[in-house]
């Protein structure tokens, strides 16, 4: 009996930093929010808003008609970008441009889709039904498709030139590159068994599992693959989004929004927590690095976790001419630690 209130305690204690936002929706799956402080909701069939600085805020319906499944959301070049999984769409609809309207983007090439992240003019998608990671340059005419990795997955983020994908067949959360992408992909999270959607914020990847109902974050250019519990309890987590702090989650299988302070988390012990910053990244010929304490000596390890070279470090940077193209972490040793980062060879 007490073992089983130890346990009663903590799952409530786990579950009492989420807040009800907003409930009574229809299987709530990815999430956006704009710069209007506009809350975008894919439900079942539709697309729906809410406005996030009303204190009471109300659910309203946008696009009701002709969208087939509609999962993942995105937000970029001020379009929402819709991943239509049930007709391997995707649409998008002009955030500047009055009245909405969604209009069908990519509408050939796909076979059920279930993850998107657009950069500028790229767009990386996930298509489960053909086993691939694929990369749609929009800027060509026609459209050209590349294949950038053969792995499934239930969701992608971008940082810079560099992807981050869910693997559920793995339990694993994992990189690789846009431009010039590493035949083998670097293992970011290991351990998650679910892994279903992912949030890039502040330097830190939030990691939802749908079937375990928990999230989790770490610092993906850490050296340690095993991620910090911050929420559970949930049920079917899917889309995240951060908004004035506050992570706000779909939660799916009770068909409503809830929220997390960010701000009452822990403080954990992160690696990387002191800035490494390096340019440029991708880097060519040379790759400059700085930080907030003096550089005594500079390691650099392939996606193997083979360590390529050692060198003592004198005017803050390092000659990677001679390295492959492909990620590369690099690793500072100051007198108050060390400190890692990834960067691309291009």
């Known amino acids: 009996m007490k073992n089983l209130l130890l346990i009663l305690f903590f799952a ?52 009701t008609n002709n969208v087939n499944n509609p999962t993942r959301l995105t937000i970029a070049n001020n379009y929402l970008y819709v991943l239509e999984t049930g007709s ?12 909405p309207q969604l209009i069908p983007y990519i509408t050939t090439g796909l076979n059920s889709p279930s993850a998107i992240a657009v950069s500028n003019n790229d767009i990386v998608v ?24 053969n792995h499934l997955t239930t969701d992608i983020v971008i940082d810079g030139g560099i992807f981050y994908f869910a693997d559920p067949f793995y339990g694993s959360v994992k990189s690789n590159t846009i431009v010039n992408p590493s035949p083998t992909s670097t293992t970011i999270v290991t351990d998650i068994p679910s892994p279903s959607s992912l949030l890039l914020h502040d330097g ?12 989790y974050r770490i610092n993906p250019n850490g050296s340690s693959t095993t991620a910090q519990l911050i929420v559970s309890g949930l049920n079917n ?21 809830v929220k997390l ?21 991708p880097a060519h ?29 004198s005017a803050n940077s390092i000659d990677v001419s001679q390295l492959q193209n492909g990620i590369y972490i690099i690793k500072a040793y100051t007198s108050k630690g060390s400190h890692t980062q990834k960067f691309i060879k291009n």
């Open 12 to 63: 409530i204690q786990a579950h009492s930093q989420v807040v009800e936002v907003v409930a009574g929706l229809s299987n709530p799956y990815g999430l956006a929010v704009d710069t209007a402080s506009n809350l975008y909701i894919s439900e079942t069939n539709k697309i729906s808003f809410m406005y996030l600085n009303d204190g009471a805020p109300a659910v309203f319906d946008l696009f």
């Open 285 to 313: 010929n040379t790759l400059s690095i700085d930080t907030t304490d003096p550089i005594n000596e500079i390691s650099v390890y392939d996606v193997l976790g083979q360590n390529v070279f050692i060198t003592p470090i």
């Open 204 to 215: 830190l990847l939030y990691i939802s599992d749908g079937e375990e109902g928990k999230i």
């Open 126 to 149: 996930g298509d489960y039904g053909t086993y691939a990671i694929k990369r749609i340059n929009t800027a060509a005419t026609p459209f050209q498709v590349s294949l950038l990795d």
């Open 237 to 257: 987590p899917q889309g995240m989004v951060v908004f004035n702090n506050e992570l706000y989650i779909a939660e799916s299988g009770a068909n409503r929004i």
């Open 88 to 99: 391997s769409e995707v649409s998008r609809f002009n955030l500047l441009v009055g009245p």
């Open 261 to 281: 302070n960010l701000n009452t988390l822990e403080n954990s012990p992160f690696e990387n927590v002191t800035p490494l910053t390096i340019s440029p990244n």
